[in-house]
């Protein structure tokens, strides 16, 4: 198991330094600082082994968190627990960063030795760690034995996320499902490779122990309900430019909240939620994707020392719909020394730390087509290598979902309080956002 | 929160007598404070153990940040300050009977930290009780601190019956506490091998699956893990538990994923494989491995370690998913090399197309070592996809255009394979190749550049200048690219002997004379000689046909692979290796292996029986890389045609002697036993196998002094029997190393033919059939007299053993040691090498007798300065006598020595009688046998 945890700062200095088990040394913590931090070469594995002592390290902007064992641990677990760890110190205290965990240190060694005993990740979920590591310690002598067992139930229980007795007056929920669409095209047109991975992510401020049953368009359940479920849905389909009526799930990962089991049999989704913010549910699908925008290059040598770029984007969804927030990304070859930019749209500028020429538009709305030509001067050079031209890459917000997902339903049953799913005001938002879209020029 | 953050630079003496003296203060804020600022002296490596009494005074506190804080300094310090731990036992001792749980489970999480004895003793009632604290928190602390207090004493967890609590708790009502519970049991278990200790048993196994459901995914990590490690009785309850796994495969979590991967993935073993729902679980793991590569990068790394894995054991599972692995420009640069392997064993004809595009478009990036990675993988798709291997060598050919430096060379190493894989087809493009030879800066590229030069030198017109232009610096190269041009100028002086005649003589004299390297100096020695005295020879050895090669040589061996394939999700499988190559101590050490598929008998075995190691020191095994393996691949492996049935499966090795060796080994072994051998002679007379009898007596071996006469006289003494000692069989080649097949022999010589008796067992899943045996050249010729005979298919864990006549007829090669023999395996898996030594007394034969006269007329041939004297001392035959041997030796020409050297010992020039029974007095006297081989082989060398 793990057998201690470190966090430096940039410089390789020791913040904090927890030590779980007794065959961990203290030369251990110089040992990643020498051989990780302060090596000169890039990093080429997240997983090091220095002297027979394993070294598990993730980055949080200058932050390294390492986490260091001498047995055969499960690593995937060992990162999960990296991120978790920072997830939770998120939670706490914002942004990681060395002024704040210097600032938060009393409460850091708290936390470890809560959710990590012995080198076992134990529980971490926020919502159960912040009933009793308050930071003000003298409180949890106030509490009475009730609210004492009742932390402790929580902690250990079966629903570890999310605590009785809570109370809104006004049950409300909001749901949005947030999309990254990835492409990676050929310069002829070429669909390499597409896949859309998917959150849903819920807010919900409901009273009591709701239970939850979220339905979606997924293929195998339609199909499942026969012609029923899918005349029902077909009124509906209004969103982007997709007519289809169900889509086909690749694969999806569900919040611990979730009983795998029923969705696994039944392929229902049903839970009690935790209360606040929580990501329900992870997706993927790759067929039938909504390609928002293509994009059209053309590069152009002329000599050795001038380029001619153009590029096209074509809008692709409904006339009705407005894409926001469009950056293309055209990069420039390492030797160039002058570009000139034309463009119909929006404001497109070299940017040369960036060796990039980076092209915004504010708005776009569907089936609009839009250009940017450039000429870009070179400096000669005796540089044997070719450039190694980098794909143009692409940003954007568009208000659908490109994988085609929509949600049919969310029920709340909550017997012991009186209020029904239909008193729940409940919202529903889809943003489709760019992931790696790139098109190689 | 204000308090100061202390850098690096305090913890002054002042210092810390101000943090004394806030320590020792009335205020409780201020207290608190100086507490934080001791810990935060602590983080940064400062000494600050000389407030220990201080730090303690202040744990008595209801203040719970600030007895946490303590606590820690405790776990810190506990250890170098043993004794004054001890006034903080009261207060722990009092916290685990506190009424609030998460003060008792706080107490009795920390004292299982603190390593100090004292405390432990009293940690044992307070533990007992928390145990069964009604409380889940408690108990589910308290489980992991029974780990804990393993780790210190394991005796003392045992004596206290902690471990039978312990396993109470799996039936826990509380899922977490079930998780902790599996948790610590696995990791003491994990230290006592054999112990029954983590009993599953379909109940359990039952308890833990319903856990599973219910606990944090931490726990289910845990409970997964330990899954694992079941062995379900059979394929039912395989398939039932798998049933029960598989909605883990959507957890978010994606060690969640991983770890039910693995119990999938290992119990998928024991399923039938016309069963439906081997199908349907086939198809459901592809979507999750996909999934984990939309994870963060760390954890991408880990999952594509381990999915190499998988598509090795099971190809089927992404056979279609090559997308997937396609690089993305921002990848981390492991991630993108990862991706790259896992793209290559995922190619196919099918593919092919895509992934080349996708290569070559990788071959143009940044990063040195992904561009030597791509143009290396374009290598090997030709070899793996025949139908690509055009496209292949027309890409390398474009991107050794490019003229980037690294980019040309490592093209030149992979299209060297491509023309090992493909041969006579894609000549054409050496002139392309020579073109850049002066850039090539590498010896890898140098070498696999001179190779093409040597193997095509009759095409290539101008081969000698370029080979010549490398010799100028030839001892500034290294040994690989100094063998390569040895090797490619003997064969160009082949092909066009009259112009290159003063090339070779000039190489062979920098080999042999100016070189330092004893490999080099032996492949130039070689060479020479071949070339002066058999020039057809020759070229019939450096000339020969090469066996073509394959793309399996980059597999995992399969051992291995089924170890690592139980280890999914954890370090050995990011690392590719057991875990006993990188874990200290016991732990971990036991080797896993998948179960067996329902059917084969085998289902019942539990999983922790590792492979069991040889008990004698393993053979030395041929290094996979360089001139041994290089001259062993030149060998053709078809079996001779001489039939000699000698097989019987599964026999033991006594019965086998009796079948192979007849009547004869009898006295072998009532020799061996008896260890009398001047009784010995009579018997093996008495039972009138062959020419058989030892000396009369040894007494009659030469006296001390007697010289050149007193040996002759041995001639007339009788020649030692038939079956004489034969060594107990050694393994000589490790299932590890030859996917599955273990191979231990021994050799024996009985009725005047030399055997080899050989054990096969099957240490892998699949049956084995096709066996075929080959040597190398050796020293005295040895070669199978006829083929390995092995009637029946070997089934999985079956031993065969079989009896392999040798000739002495075979092409002979001087080998250091001069007994080594090196033998190359067939089966239907592979072509496995190994080499081991057979005694020298098995060459010696049983009517040596020599005519006097033809004796001394052979011996006055001899040069006088090849004959050397000297006393063997300390050995003491029967009679007691300190004999002194003259053991002689031979000639002048280097490259007959062999032949005569054989000739003289079947002869029985050397008085062999002597020999071997001197060698086998020293056994007996458990003298060194080793040292008397040395002795022959050293009277051979100075020949």
């Known amino acids: 198991m793990i057998g201690g945890l470190f966090i430096y700062n940039h410089k390789g200095e020791v913040l904090i330094s927890r030590v779980y088990r007794d065959d961990i040394g203290r030369n251990a913590v110089d040992a990643f600082r020498v051989n990780v931090i302060h090596a000169r070469q890039q990093v080429r594995s997240p997983v090091t082994n220095i002297a027979r002592t394993s070294f598990f390290h993730v980055k949080r902007s200058n932050i390294w968190l390492a986490a260091v064992t001498k047995q055969n641990v499960n690593a995937a677990m060992v990162f999960e627990f990296l991120y978790k760890m920072c997830d939770v110190m998120t939670a706490y205290f914002g942004k990681i960063s060395e002024e704040n965990i210097k600032n938060n240190f009393v409460l850091i060694y708290e936390l470890l030795d809560e959710i990590l005993d012995f080198g076992y990740p134990q529980n971490s979920e926020t919502g159960a760690l912040k009933t009793f590591i308050t930071q003000q310690g003298i409180k949890s002598q106030h509490h009475t034995k009730e609210e004492q067992s009742q932390i402790t139930s929580q902690v250990t229980g079966q629903i570890g996320w999310r605590r009785e007795g809570i109370k809104y007056r006004r049950n409300e929920l909001f749901l949005d499902v947030l999309e990254s669409v990835n492409l990676l095209m050929s310069p002829q047109g070429q669909v390499l490779s597409a896949h859309v991975s998917g959150r849903v992510v819920m807010k919900s401020y409901l009273s009591g122990m709701p239970e939850c049953k979220f339905g979606m368009n997924d293929k195998i359940v339609i199909d499942k309900q026969g012609k029923g479920g899918t005349t029902d849905d077909s009124g509906k389909s209004e969103l982007g430019g997709s007519g289809k009526q169900s889509i086909a799930i690749d694969d999806c990962t569900f919040h611990q909240c979730v009983r795998l089991s029923k969705f696994d049999s039944e392929r229902s989704i049903s839970f009690i939620p935790p209360d606040g913010d929580y990501e329900l549910m992870r997706y993927r699908t790759t067929k039938d994707i909504i390609l928002p925008f293509r994009v059209i290059p053309l590069v152009r040598e002329v000599g050795r020392t001038k380029l001619e770029v153009k590029v096209v984007i074509k809008s692709n969804f409904k006339p009705s719909l407005l894409a926001q927030k469009i950056e293309v990304r055209i990069p420039t070859p390492l030797n160039t020394s002058g570009v000139q930019v034309i463009c119909m749209k929006g404001k497109a500028k070299y940017k040369a730390s960036e060796n990039a020429i980076v092209w915004k538009i504010k708005r776009m709305a569907g089936m609009k087509e839009s250009q940017i030509s450039a000429e870009i001067e070179l400096l000669p050079t005796n540089d044997k290598k070719k450039w190694a031209r980098p794909p143009i890459s692409m940003n954007f917000e568009v208000p659908f979902a490109p994988s085609g997902l929509k949600v049919r339903y969310l029920k709340v049953f909550e017997s012991k309080l009186n209020y029904s799913d239909h008193d729940v005001i409940k919202w529903v938002r889809y943003i489709g956002r760019s992931g790696i879209y790139e098109t190689r020029c | ?943």
């Open chain 2, 1 to 943: 929160m204000t308090f100061l953050y202390l850098g690096h630079n305090c913890a002054t003496l002042g210092e810390i007598f101000e943090l004394k003296a806030e320590l020792n203060s009335d205020k409780k804020e201020k207290k608190k404070e100086a507490v934080k600022k001791v810990i935060a002296s602590m983080t940064v490596g400062k000494d600050v153990s000389a407030l220990f009494p201080d730090v303690v005074n202040c744990m008595q506190t209801d203040n719970l940040e600030l007895k946490k804080l303590v606590y820690l300094y405790l776990m810190n310090y506990a250890k170098s300050q043993p004794d004054m731990a001890i006034m903080a036992v009261n207060t722990f001792v009092k916290d685990c009977e506190d009424p609030n749980p998460l003060i008792r489970a706080l107490a009795v999480r920390t004292m299982g930290c603190i390593r100090v004895d004292k405390i432990t003793e009293y940690l044992c009632e307070p533990l007992r009780k928390c145990l069964k604290d009604e409380d889940p928190y408690v108990r589910k602390t308290a489980a992991v601190c029974v780990a804990k207090l393993h780790d210190i004493n394991a005796q003392l967890v045992e004596d206290q019956g902690f471990l039978d609590t312990l396993k109470d708790l799996i039936s826990d009502s509380n899922p977490m506490v079930v998780a902790n519970a599996v948790a610590a049991l696995s990791e003491i278990a994990e230290s006592h091998p054999n112990s029954n200790l983590l009993d599953l048993n379909p109940q359990t196994i039952n308890k833990l699956l319903t856990a599973l459901n219910e606990c944090t995914e931490w726990g289910q990590i845990f409970i997964l893990d330990c899954l694992a490690n079941y062995m379900p009785r059979d394929d039912r309850e395989s398939q039932s538990i798998c049933e029960r796994v598989t909605p883990r495969l959507s957890h978010a979590n994606s060690a969640v994923v991983l770890s039910a991967v693995k119990v999938l993935m290992k119990f998928m073993e024991m399923l039938p494989k016309d069963l439906d729902y081997y199908g349907t679980l086939l198809k459901k793991l592809a979507p999750p491995l996909v999934t984990l590569l939309s994870a963060e990068a760390e954890l991408q790394y880990v999952a594509l370690r381990n999915i190499n894995l998988i598509v090795q054991k099971r190809p089927e599972i992404l056979k279609h998913e090559m997308k997937v692995f396609f690089v993305k420009y921002n990848d981390p640069i492991y991630v993108k090399l990862e991706k790259l392997d896992i793209m290559i064993r995922l190619a196919s004809q099918a593919n092919i197309a895509q992934v080349l595009a996708e290569l070559k478009e990788y071959a143009t990036e940044v990063d040195v070592d992904f561009v030597r990675k791509a143009v290396r993988a374009i290598g090997r798709c030709a070899i793996k996809v025949e139908q690509s291997a055009e496209r292949c060598v027309s890409t390398l050919l474009d991107l050794i255009q490019t003229k980037v430096n690294y980019v040309v060379q490592e093209a030149i190493v992979v299209i060297k394979d491509i023309f090992r894989k493909y041969p006579n087809k894609y000549e054409s493009v050496i002139a392309t190749l020579c073109e850049n030879l002066d850039s090539l800066d590498e010896p890898e590229a140098r070498a696999a550049m001179i190779w093409i030069v040597g193997e095509y030198a009759e095409r290539i017109d101008n081969a000698d200048e370029l080979l010549e232009s490398f010799l100028e610096g030839f001892h500034d190269e290294s040994t690989q690219v100094q063998l390569q041009l040895l090797t490619a100028i003997v064969k160009l002086f082949l092909k066009k002997p009259t112009e290159t005649q003063e090339l070779v003589q000039q190489v062979l004299s920098l080999a042999t004379q100016d070189s330092d390297n004893p490999d080099l100096r032996d492949r130039g020695y070689i060479y020479w000689r071949l070339l002066s005295t058999d020039p057809v020879a020759a070229k019939e050895v450096v000339l020969a046909e090469k066996p073509l090669i394959s793309e399996e040589t980059d597999l995992i061996e399969p051992t291995l692979l089924e170890e690592l394939i139980c280890h999914i999700g954890t370090l050995a499988s990011v690392y590719h290796k057991p875990p006993s190559a990188f874990v200290e101590g016991s732990r971990g050490v036991q080797h896993k292996r998948l179960p067996a598929r329902a059917g084969s008998g085998e289902s019942a075995e539990s999983p922790d029986v590792g492979h069991s190691g040889p008990s004698e020191a393993p053979p030395a095994v041929i290094p996979s890389q360089g001139d041994l393996l290089g001259d062993l691949l030149n060998l053709d492996l078809a079996p001779p045609t001489v039939t000699v049935p000698s097989v019987q499966p599964s026999m033991q090795m006594g019965a086998m002697d009796l079948l192979g060796g007849g009547l004869d080994s009898l006295v072998c072994s009532s020799r061996a036993l008896g260890g009398d051998i001047g009784g010995s002679p009579s018997m093996g007379a008495g039972l009138g196998a062959a020419p058989a009898a030892m000396p009369a007596s040894l007494g009659s071996a030469p006296t001390v002094g007697g010289g050149l006469g007193d040996l002759f006289d041995l001639g007339g003494g009788v020649g030692m029997p038939t079956g004489s000692y034969v060594a107990p069989k050694t393994v000589w080649l490790l299932a590890m190393k030859a996917k599955g097949l273990e191979i231990s022999g021994t050799f024996a010589r009985r009725g005047g033919i030399i055997q080899m008796d050989l054990s096969l067992t099957n240490k892998a899943m699949s049956v084995m059939t096709d066996f075929a045996i080959q040597f190398n050249r050796n020293s005295f010729g040895l070669a199978p007299a006829g083929p390995m005979q092995v009637l029946t298919p070997l089934s999985p864990n079956q031993t065969i053993d079989v009896s392999l006549p040798l000739s002495m007829s075979g092409p002979v090669m001087k080998m250091e040691p001069l007994n080594n023999l090196q033998v190359a395996v067939k089966n239907n898996i592979d072509v496995f090498y190994f080499s081991c030594q057979y005694p020298l007394s098995l060459l010696f034969v049983e009517d040596g007798k020599m005519d006097r006269q033809v004796f001394l007329a052979t011996w006055k041939d001899i040069p006088n300065d090849n004959e050397a004297q000297f006393q063997i001392k300390d050995i003491h035959l029967n009679s007691g006598n300190r004999n002194k041997y003259v053991l002689d030796r031979v000639l002048q020409n280097y490259s007959k020595k062999t032949n005569v050297f054989r000739d003289c010992m079947q002869k029985q020039m050397y008085d062999s009688t002597s020999v071997d029974s001197l060698v086998h007095d020293s056994l007996l006297l458990k003298g060194s046998y080793d040292a008397i081989l040395k002795i022959i082989i050293w009277c051979n060398r100075i020949c």
